[in-house]
Structures are given as structure tokens and as C-alpha cells.
Nanobody, 123 residues
């Protein structure tokens, strides 16, 4: 059973930075599967933000490309999301997810989710 625990959310002003962490346990999926971050703003659906392959190749949604960086530390079993140049439209609950498809889609019957961490960006 994969367990994911996020941390690092908070409130910042426009232009600020935050780093989200996701502690991962029980993950045994190999190549062909990815790990990633999603977000959900009030009244909106869950949106893919970024994923990373087992070879550490990242991919980003257009809305965050150039501002966010996904990474992972296998020794610490931790997934990260460095968020720079934050905008009010980045305000959302952020979730890490694994495994996910290496297209940004999740598996309805397979993907595990963390509890989420709130990010609030004020103007």
C-alpha cells in the first residue's frame, strides 16, 4: 500500500516561493509509471501540475512551466515541488500522487493520493 504525506504549503505573496515535500512509502512501481503533483482550486476540478519519471525526467503543465520544478530524492523517499514566482492563480490544495501515467493522467483504480497541502498566494 502506497502512502503519501505532503508538507510545505502555506501563504505567500505574489512572486514568493514555496517548496512542497511528499514523503513516500510502500512505492514499488518501476519504469513505465510516474509520480506527480496535482492541484485543485475551490470550485474547479483536479489539475495536473507536474510529473517525473523513474529516470528523473520531468514534465510540466503549461501554466507552471518555467516557474515550478519537480524533483525526487530516492534515498529519502521524497518527492518535491519547488514553486517560484507564485501567482494568485496558483492558490489551491496541492496533492502528490503515485503511481500516475507518464502523460499527466492518473489511474482511477491505482493512483494513491496524499491528504493535500494548501497553498495560498495573495496579491
Amino acid at each position: 500500500q502506497v502512502q503519501l504525506v505532503e508538507s510545505g504549503g502555506g501563504s505567500v505573496q505574489t512572486g514568493g516561493s514555496l517548496r512542497l515535500s511528499c514523503s513516500v512509502s510502500g512505492y514499488t512501481y518501476g519504469s513505465g509509471y510516474c509520480m506527480g503533483w496535482f492541484r485543485q482550486a475551490p470550485g474547479r476540478g483536479r489539475e495536473w501540475v507536474a510529473f517525473i519519471t523513474t529516470s528523473r525526467i520531468p514534465a510540466y503543465a503549461y501554466s507552471v512551466k518555467g516557474r515550478f520544478t519537480i524533483s525526487k530524492d530516492n534515498a529519502k523517499n521524497t518527492l518535491y515541488l519547488q514553486m517560484n514566482s507564485l501567482k494568485p492563480e496558483d492558490t489551491a490544495m496541492y496533492y502528490c500522487a503515485a503511481p500516475i501515467r507518464c502523460t499527466g493522467d492518473y489511474y482511477p483504480d491505482l493512483t494513491n493520493w496524499g491528504q493535500g497541502t494548501q497553498v495560498t498566494v495573495s496579491s
